[in-house]
């Protein structure tokens, strides 16, 4: 067991993705979009922006794509830009059924 964390700890702070890096803080920082995203869901789905919620959906699962191609895959990149575009996406599904159109 003490081994078996000392092998995490030691791939947490000295790893390719590891705390210490920009692969590590960049998804963690991202998180603050997802939860801005959810945040908006009290707001009325008229007043949601179409524009924006369609980048995030866009950029959200290209990135997803992008991070795992990049080398050392990034699976908290992966899951912070899916979640980001799965907001985005749900957005644009809500204002749309409430709506019964994407733009003004």
């Keep these: 067991m003490a ?3 000392a092998s995490f700890r ?7 993705a590891g705390i210490k890096t920009v692969h590590f803080w960049a998804p963690l920082f991202k ?12 707001k009325a789905p008229e007043l949601v922006s179409t524009n924006q919620n ?5 950029t959200g699962f290209i990135w997803s794509r992008y991070s795992t ?5 990034n699976w908290g990149l992966f899951a912070v830009n899916f979640f980001v575009g799965c907001t985005g996406l749900y957005q644009i599904g809500r204002k749309y059924y409430y709506t019964g159109k994407l733009y003004d």
């Design 3 to 5: 081994t078996r964390f």
């Design 10 to 16: 030691h791939k947490l702070l000295h790893g390719e």
């Design 31 to 42: 998180w603050g979009l997802v939860i801005a995203g959810i945040s908006d869901l009290r």
């Design 54 to 58: 369609l980048a995030l959906m866009v």
């Design 69 to 73: 191609q990049i080398i050392p895959k």
